[in-house]
């Protein structure tokens, strides 16, 4: 029988984005991606939290994210978008595409939710809480704080893609919705890695706590 963790009361596992697309060979490849598969399955193997999430970003054909929506612009090149900056990205997960699926590298068992988030062709959604803003200058809640609530959880540890951009928004905005929330820091990967600092110093200053997995045995 294989070891597993003390099972932690009130902890959630948010696994974010690890899907086809986000990973090498994928249409926005994060490099090492595939460097957290095993270790993110063998957390999901040992059960300790209460509740976990895997989320997928998912997006209609021709959303506003992506370069091609844009005639000429590049991918990466970043636009003001309803007063706010947006990087726009090559085109990917999009609905229904193998690119879009949850990695096949993942259990589905241990996940109690799946959260779809980018679905709005006019807004983009980096976090698994709320959209970016939409062309009302709002940032729509898509009901996981809600759901994790009326499971009474308290303590949200996330992983997964990409680090500085759909992780560290979703770790912010776990933290304002009042949860006490820990990033698993070698359990994520950056799309640039020379954002590492700022990202670390964003997450601390909205209460985020960060940790590695090995603080968790
Ligand atoms: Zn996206």
Redesign the pocket.
Same mark, same amino acid.
């Given at each position: 029988m294989e070891a597993s963790a003390v099972r932690r009361e009130h902890t959630a596992l948010l696994v974010v984005d690890i899907q086809p697309d986000f990973l090498p060979g994928g249409a926005l490849a994060v490099a090492g991606g595939d460097e957290i598969l095993a270790p993110i399955r063998d957390l999901l193997g040992r059960g300790g939290f209460e509740v976990c999430v895997a989320t997928q970003?998912w /997006?209609p054909r021709g959303h506003i994210?992506f370069a091609s929506s844009h005639p000429g612009h590049q991918p990466f090149d970043v636009i003001e978008l309803y007063g706010h900056e947006q990087v726009l990205?090559p085109d /990917?997960?999009v609905q229904g595409t193998p690119g879009a699926a949850l990695h096949e590298a993942l259990p589905r068992e241990p996940f109690a939710l799946i959260v779809r988030k980018?679905a709005d062709p006019l807004t983009?959604s980096y976090s698994t809480f709320r959209n970016n803003w939409n062309p009302r200058g709002e940032r729509p809640a898509l009901g996981l704080a809600g759901y994790l609530r009326e499971r009474g959880i308290t303590d949200v540890y996330l992983c997964g893609l990409a680090r500085d951009y759909c992780v560290k928004w979703s770790g912010e905005d776990a933290a304002a919705a009042g949860f006490r929330v820990t990033v698993l820091w070698d359990l994520t990967r950056p799309v640039d890695p020379r954002s590492d600092a700022d990202v670390r110093r964003d997450l601390e200053r909205a209460g985020v706590h960060i940790d590695d997995s090995g603080g968790l045995r």
């Amino acid at each position: 029988m294989e070891a597993s963790a003390v099972r932690r009361e009130h902890t959630a596992l948010l696994v974010v984005d690890i899907q086809p697309d986000f990973l090498p060979g994928g249409a926005l490849a994060v490099a090492g991606g595939d460097e957290i598969l095993a270790p993110i399955r063998d957390l999901l193997g040992r059960g300790g939290f209460e509740v976990c999430v895997a989320t997928q970003d998912w /997006h209609p054909r021709g959303h506003i994210s992506f370069a091609s929506s844009h005639p000429g612009h590049q991918p990466f090149d970043v636009i003001e978008l309803y007063g706010h900056e947006q990087v726009l990205w090559p085109d /990917h997960c999009v609905q229904g595409t193998p690119g879009a699926a949850l990695h096949e590298a993942l259990p589905r068992e241990p996940f109690a939710l799946i959260v779809r988030k980018g679905a709005d062709p006019l807004t983009d959604s980096y976090s698994t809480f709320r959209n970016n803003w939409n062309p009302r200058g709002e940032r729509p809640a898509l009901g996981l704080a809600g759901y994790l609530r009326e499971r009474g959880i308290t303590d949200v540890y996330l992983c997964g893609l990409a680090r500085d951009y759909c992780v560290k928004w979703s770790g912010e905005d776990a933290a304002a919705a009042g949860f006490r929330v820990t990033v698993l820091w070698d359990l994520t990967r950056p799309v640039d890695p020379r954002s590492d600092a700022d990202v670390r110093r964003d997450l601390e200053r909205a209460g985020v706590h960060i940790d590695d997995s090995g603080g968790l045995r």
